[in-house]
């Protein structure tokens, strides 16, 4: 009897060493973790940051690394120098110009001889090397009217510089054919047809009007002129 129990208490002995060499095996197979670090140049906060706060940190670090800061003198970015804003402005009044937004300088355009009583008004008149087959297909309406000025109510001044800004903006938008309505005159003093003389003597002198004729009469007949004019160069 006393070698059974003494059997039962060796048996009892082993089993517990067995399950502390157990519980050891297993405290000794966990992970080791370690405390996170706080990044090089941070401040500590007393707490340790998460992971992911770290990560975003030097992922900035490496964004940023290229970037150098500015020096004490150099706080305001140049834009333009003076030269570059002369050339803008030139490129401006150019877009102006074509678009016909910029006002046109009125040229004093001569009146010719004094007026002389019964003067007969031209009904066509061509530059040097525009051919007659040109006046004839003018004087019938041959190209398509891109734009009319209308001078009823105007003095002869108000007429020419209004005369002038109109063949300037119609040349600028390549404008072929133009319809100018001058009336027939019989309203000027002692009957006289001034303004149709006068507008006459004025496509003459400028540079942009190769020819005009007398309009046919669906387009105004003698009170009204039609004029070619040279495309943009």
Known sequence: MRNHKAGLADLKRLSEAAARASEKAQVSAK????????????????????????????????????????????????????SGLAETAQFTERRQRAVGETRTRSERLSDGAELQKDAEVELAWAATGIGPSVLRQLARAFWPIGARLD??????????DALVTFIQNSQSHATRCVCIIHGVGYGSANGQPVLPLRVRQWLKQLPAVSAFAQAPKAYGGAGALLALLKLPA
């Open 151 to 160: 001078l009823h109510g105007l003095n002869s001044d108000q007429a020419r």
């Open 31 to 82: 992970p080791q973790t370690k405390p996170l670090q706080t990044p090089p140049g941070s401040k500590s906060s007393g707490s340790e940051q998460p992971a992911s706060t770290i990560a975003r940190d030097r992922l900035f670090e490496q964004a940023v690394r290229a970037v150098q800061p500015l020096n004490k003198g150099q706080n305001r970015l140049l834009l333009k120098s003076s």
